[in-house]
């Protein structure tokens, strides 16, 4: 823990301090060529805190809003929970996170003088910066990539196509997602006389073999991203993963960013949800605490809290009278951290059985591990799942038992597609953005539309709007996209 706390008031401004160092006022122009020589031992922390925040800060409470995990009492929560959304939003998180954050800290990684020496940490910026990147083109669509970070060399860069981020565009120099983790796993492979320690790797405490495996796992997400689009490229790159056989297997090796537990170094999602000015905007939502109880799931008591012996929530889009703040339901320990040290989980093995479960139900051309089905990774999720909330082992075997009609994949193939989405999003309480792209993918779980919906046509928006700095000095930002427009990727 000292570690931690130590760590975190060392580097948490990090990120900013890049972009407070740069003459142009946003940071898709940070420059990774910065004078500024900071070991790589250094910069990887900061990426990480900074990825991690891109995930379960304002992007997260806004998706865990929209998506029923929470109900918006107050605030910004309040506005995104009747989907009212527009350029005002999420501006740090476009800038001081993402491209002024971590994505810059990436590339300084694999264009410092070190990285000749030390490709363990290049294999893992370039893992992360894939991540990131990730992170932006399915939440705005269209983003800077192959033109961003250069700095003063291109002040306005062009927004690439979401289909060439994915999937690359050799005539306009961009390269895919794919080929940028696959090029961090070689870079992982290749002799390092500067690797990772305990101390730099706030994830897996220098064991570079599973970043590998983080990686390999990573491809995988971003396959089923685009499975509807590109059911082909998505099929082959799928049975590339398993072949590997290098992914996230157990619950040890998620891919998760710890935090420290002093004030001033720990996780967002702790931070806003129990000690900020700002905590009380957020509660639960009646819609995802009767989800769980219809599946009598014992990670309900676990995952949200009831002051008053009873679950105090609101259907979201209500605008009565709220009950008292100490009596209301929120998040636990279980998912925000205790003390704060979280961790942040951006991909785990739950997630890692319910996609390999998605993609062989969906896409015939995945080829499993001989003894798997769809079935089998299905409750091997669920199993996951439960065991990392801490619900015991004999415990989970009793509700598997008890329960066959919700651990059993039954009906037509868009149910059973609709029974994995809907147990993957429980598992992934606390990460909105990623149950946000099943949503808009796949259409579930089939929440209801908000009570007292506005925004552009009252339905959950589909991409967040660009924010307003960026439209008014770069053209290539215009004309506005609004939020109910599809990203490439939803063909739902």
């Known amino acids: 823990m000292k570690r931690f706390q130590k760590l975190y008031k060392t580097l948490i401004l990090l990120p900013f301090a890049f972009v407070l160092g740069c003459d142009d006022f946003l940071d898709v122009n940070q420059s990774p060529n910065s004078p500024e020589k900071v070991p790589v031992s250094l910069l990887l922390p900061s990426g990480l805190v900074g990825s991690a925040f891109a995930n379960a800060n304002e992007l997260n409470r806004f998706a865990s809003t929209t998506m029923d995990y929470l109900y918006g009492a107050a605030g910004g929560p309040a506005a995104w929970d009747i989907y009212n959304t527009d350029g005002a939003n999420f501006g740090n998180q476009w800038r001081f996170e993402i491209y002024g954050g971590a994505l810059t800290i990436y590339e300084s990684i694999i264009n410092s003088e070190e990285a000749a020496d030390a490709s363990s940490y290049v294999g893992i910026a370039k893992i992360m910066k894939a991540y990131t990147y990730s992170i932006a083109t399915d939440t705005w669509g ?5 033109e961003a970070l250069k700095g003063a060399a291109n002040t306005q860069p062009r927004l690439d196509s979401q289909e060439d981020i994915y999937k690359g565009n050799a ?12 090029e961090g796993i070689v870079a992982l492979n290749t002799t390092s006389t500067i690797n990772p320690t305990a101390f730099s790797d706030v994830v897996y405490a220098g064991d570079v073999a599973r970043w590998g495996r983080a990686g390999y796992t990573l491809m995988l997400k971003l396959a089923l991203q685009i499975s509807d689009r590109e059911p082909a490229l998505a099929t ?3 049975n590339e993963v398993i072949a590997a056989n290098d992914y996230i297997v157990t619950n040890a090796q998620n891919l998760s960013v710890n935090f420290g537990g002093s004030v001033g170094s720990q996780s967002p999602i702790y931070t806003y949800n129990n000690i900020s000015l700002f905590q009380n905007d957020i509660m639960a939502s ?8 219809s599946l009598n799931d014992p990670r309900l008591p676990i995952f949200i809290t009831a002051p008053t012996g009873s679950y105090v929530t609101y259907e979201n889009g209500f605008t009565g009278t709220l009950a008292p703040v100490a009596n209301r339901s929120k998040w636990s320990a279980a998912i925000t951290g205790a003390n704060g040290v ?13 996609m390999l479960a998605e993609a062989a139900l969906i896409l015939p051309g995945v080829t499993l591990p001989a003894g798997q089905t769809a079935q089998t990774l299905f ?7 439960m065991a990392l909330a801490g619900v015991t082992a004999g415990n989970i075997n009793a509700y598997v038992a008890a329960n066959p009609a919700v651990v059993t994949l039954a ?7 609709a029974q994995i989405i809907t147990q993957k999003y429980i598992a992934g309480t606390g990460n909105g953005l990623e149950a946000w792209n099943d949503y808009r993918r796949t259409g579930y779980p089939a929440f209801a539309e908000h009570l007292n919906a506005v925004g552009i046509d009252g339905k959950r928006p589909r991409r967040a709007q660009y924010i307003n700095e960026e439209v008014q000095r770069n053209p290539n930002f215009t004309p506005v996209v609004l939020p109910n427009v599809n990203v490439w990727w939803d063909v739902n």
């Open 142 to 146: 269209d983003v800077p990539y192959s």
């Open 171 to 182: 005539a306009l120099g961009i390269q895919s997602l794919f080929d940028l983790v696959r």
């Open 236 to 238: 082959s790159v799928i």
């Open 286 to 293: 009646t819609g995802y605490v009767n989800l769980l109880n």
């Open 342 to 354: 979280g961790p942040v989980k951006l991909i785990t093995n739950a997630q890692r059985a319910f």
């Open 379 to 385: 409750e091997e999720g669920i199993r996951a799942s």
């Open 411 to 417: 009906g037509t193939v868009e149910q059973q597609r």
